[in-house]
Antibody, heavy 121, light 110 residues
Framework: EVQLVQSGGEVKMPGQSLRISCEASGYSFTTYWIGWARQRPGKGLEWMGI????????IYTPSFRGQVTFSADTSINTAFLQWRSLKASDTAIYYC??????????????WGQGTLVTVSS | QSVLTQPPSASGTPGQTVLISCSGG????????VTWFQQLPGTAPKLLIYNDYQRPSGVPGRFSGSKSGTSASLAISGLQSEDEADYHC???????????FGGGTKLTVL
């Protein structure tokens, strides 16, 4: 059974850095891309981009390019989403996803439970 | 402002059929299949429909999807109270090289 388990909620101040995680199980971790999506409070979903954990290739959507960094540690089957300097507007729930198949444009079939990131002074 | 356009809300009484629309463009719905997600309050999105009309195992046949041109629809027949949730449409977008979503439709069962 494919499972994506994300790290717990975080409360940070503006300007701080942060890395959240997504631990995968139930499939060959390095074969698939891991995608990331944002959902601001009371709003819809926004696709941030996708990371191929096997070769570290990443595709960022324009709104998120330069704002976040995707990475992974294949030794622990875990993907990461990282910020260098958080802003209040980064307050949201962040979801990791895995596609139906190994293509980068495969629909996100599996979702983590979400990580709530709160940025406030 | 979401790339795909959905009505912010929809409602129906138990047993009724509800339709939720999703409008896009040539670079997304016009070129790729549509996916629908159900998001119950306080939970992560769950895959509901993929490839325009296909249902994953476990999704009741009351849920159906269709697409024509650059628009898609989700139909929920025999509405039940447990269907009260947010529904999101999505499609891959060639211009953005990533997935785009609608703003979500909040379904209320009266």
């Amino acid at each position: 059974e494919v499972q994506l388990v994300q790290s717990g909620g975080e409360v940070k101040m503006p300007g701080q850095s942060l890395r959240i995680s997504c631990e995968a199980s139930g499939y060959s971790f390095t074969t698939y891309w891991i995608g990331w999506a944002r959902q601001r409070p009371g709003k819809g979903l926004e696709w941030m981009g996708i990371n191929h954990v096997g070769d570290s290739e990443s595709i960022y959507t324009p709104s998120f390019r330069g704002q976040v960094t995707f990475s992974a540690d294949t030794s622990i089957n875990t993907a990461f989403l990282q910020w260098r300097s958080l802003k209040a507007s980064d307050t949201a729930i962040y979801y990791c996803t895995r596609g139906h198949n190994w293509n980068y444009d495969s629909f996100p079939q599996f979702w983590g439970q979400g990580t709530l990131v709160t940025v406030s002074s | 402002q979401s790339v795909l356009t959905q009505p912010p809300s929809a409602s129906g009484t138990p047993g009724q059929t509800v339709l939720i629309s999703c409008s896009g463009g040539s670079s997304n719905i016009g070129s790729h299949t549509v996916t629908w997600f159900q998001q119950l309050p306080g939970t992560a999105p769950k895959l509901l429909i993929y490839n325009d009309y296909q249902r994953p195992s476990g999704v009741p046949g009351r849920f159906s999807g269709s697409k024509s041109g650059t628009s898609a629809s989700l139909a929920i027949s025999g509405l039940q109270s447990e269907d009260e949730a947010d529904y999101h449409c999505a499609a891959y977008d060639d211009s953005l090289n990533g997935w785009v979503f609608g703003g979500g439709t909040k379904l209320t069962v009266l």
